[in-house]
């Protein structure tokens, strides 16, 4: 049974039940099989630490451990986020030159397009000014906006404000109080 190899000059090969399992090659190593580490176990990449994968013993970590760079997933394809296999719930999914989709317990609620969202389900807005808003922007650029803003008129009260902008100057056009008054 071989458990190392050695050539003069050349590779070193590992050997494990008589099947090789690690070996040196002229660009570095190449291993066969799963390369695992106990709880707390880290491998890291760089000359600093750059980039380093770990876990806990709870959470898994990929972490980006400088502050000049930033951290790439990349695909051809698609890069999906969820669990291991293809049955089990999607979180997230980036299409190379298309949409982003993003699902609660599976189903699509939000995905982008070449138009702008498509969202499935409600939408609740708030703020911690207890005013939340629809803003309208014509390319986020200095052209005429238009708002549509909810606002308390006491603790249980409120009222929706509609606003558009003429002149420059961003005014009330219409409000729906909490009776369903139009004013």
Not at 156 to 166: C, D, P, R
Request: glycine share 12%; aromatic share 8%; hydrophobic share 30%.
């Amino acid at each position: 049974e071989t458990y190392i190899e050695c050539d003069n000059g050349g590779a070193v090969n590992l050997y494990y039940d008589n099947s090789k399992k690690f070996e040196t090659k002229s660009y570095g190593s190449l291993w066969t099989g799963q390369l695992a580490g106990l709880d707390n176990a880290k491998v890291t990449f760089g000359n600093g630490d750059d980039l380093q994968i770990h876990s806990d013993g709870t959470n898994g970590v990929i972490r980006q451990n400088n502050n000049s760079g930033g951290l790439y997933i990349q695909a051809d394809n698609f890069v999906q986020i969820g669990k291991v296999n293809a049955a089990s719930p999607i979180y997230a999914k980036f299409i190379n030159s298309g949409a982003v989709e993003l699902y609660y317990d599976n189903n699509k609620q939000l995905q982008t397009t070449a138009d702008g969202i498509d969202i499935q389900g409600h939408i609740t807005l708030a703020a911690s000014n207890n005013a939340p808003k629809i803003t309208f922007d014509e390319n986020g650029a200095n052209d005429p906006k238009a708002e549509i803003q909810m606002d308390q008129t006491d603790g249980s009260n409120a009222i929706l404000v509609f606003k558009t902008e003429g002149s420059g100057t961003l005014a009330e056009r219409m409000r729906i109080d909490s009776s369903g008054k139009v004013g």
